[in-house]
């Protein structure tokens, strides 16, 4: 019933155009009533993302299933993914949308409120595994944000390409990207940890004497 | 005219609700026609923002008068400064208006489509200053997101202490932790570059043997 309705609607949107297709109209196509239409969908701009409140809700069961030692940003890209997981499962239907919503303002407007209500969720995970730290909820927040960015800009370039190719391949660029610029526990903007096995950085002042620069070296290569 | 619009519209809002206040009921009150309303807000909503395209135009000014000169993740946290000195400039008037979005959920959503409008505004520039680098664009939505993020969140401190306090030290902290992150011309995570003048990197591999680090060190110190 859920699925007759979501093609029904789809076909009128795709056909008539949006804003020109009625509840009725949907609920005429599939052959049931308009009660059916309002026990699955609180309104028209629901029944255009039917996926959106399931997926939030296995984001929120994937983030409260984190344990202390998973990465805190690893595990937000992780839940990001389930988005475009969600959207790969069906590109003709997830590109027909895109299409749609960039048509019609109120779907837009729509979808807005939708990804903000995902950023929150990513949010709200962060804020909790950042509590300790100075300025934890102010980089909660941002790492949130741009988790978001990248997801949606990964995502918007497979969904105008007709969702053809592997989307998973640009998203992990794309994740990775920020990932390596709020690398979890370094402070933003400090470099990657050094590779302890093999790597040796030695910082000094110029006009240090070199007698001085060669046993930093040597500390620093473990040879003291 | 404009102004009296709003104070008779934020006074109804404030005492009878924002859904229980027509666009009748605030010209009564602000004593003209239903017409002169239609000519300065398209809608009910836009009276609750009466600032925001002046200051998206101010925005895009400010950008548009960037040279190559300026650092671009700088410019676009100066031009994010914008949106704050406007909620400064009337810190009564913005604090009431954060409460009555908070309480209102179209006006939440309408907040959030201007939001976007912002974000869009320093991605566009952000994507031209970036578009000779590999991962401009992704660089560009990216950094816009995270900036946006960090703006909101130094305001929306200040508008929940009431607009009491200096709204701009918490807003330079909350921009340089970004800007920090992404330094203009560094690769996202790399280390701030070094100060010229006095200080030296040297990264070697612990197995080095010791006469190439201290020819890396000479060299790297300029002492070649």
């Given at each position: 019933m859920r699925d007759s309705l979501i093609a029904a609607a789809f076909r009128l949107f795709l056909e008539r155009g949006y804003e020109q297709t009625t509840i009725d109209d949907i609920v005429a196509l599939a052959g049931v009533g308009r009660r059916s239409f309002f026990r699955y969908f609180p309104?028209?701009?629901d029944v255009v993302f039917p996926d959106h409140e399931k997926c939030l809700a296995d984001m929120t069961a994937f983030l409260e299933a984190s344990?202390?030692?998973?990465d805190p940003v690893v595990r937000v890209c992780d839940a990001a993914r389930l988005v475009l997981r969600m959207y790969a499962e069906n590109p003709t239907f997830s590109v027909q949308r895109y299409r749609l919503t960039k048509q019609v303002p109120g779907l837009r407007t729509y979808e807005l409120s939708v990804v903000w209500r995902y950023e929150r969720t990513l949010a709200a995970y962060l804020r909790g595994r950042f509590?300790?730290?100075?300025d934890g909820t102010l980089r909660a927040d941002v790492i949130a944000s741009a988790v978001v960015a990248a997801h949606n800009h990964a995502l918007r370039a497979w969904l105008r390409a007709?969702?053809?190719?592997?989307?998973s391949a640009e998203m992990d660029h794309a994740l990775d990207y920020v990932s390596r610029a709020w690398?979890?526990?370094?402070?933003?903007?400090?470099?990657?940890?050094?590779?302890?096995d093999d790597v040796v950085v030695v910082i000094t002042r110029r006009r240090t004497p070199m007698w001085r620069v060669v046993r930093d070296v040597e500390a620093g290569l473990g040879r003291e």
């Open positions: 309104s028209k701009e344990e202390d030692a998973d509590a300790a730290r100075r007709d969702g053809v190719g592997d989307a690398t979890s526990n370094a402070p933003a903007g400090d470099a990657p940890a050094e590779e302890e």
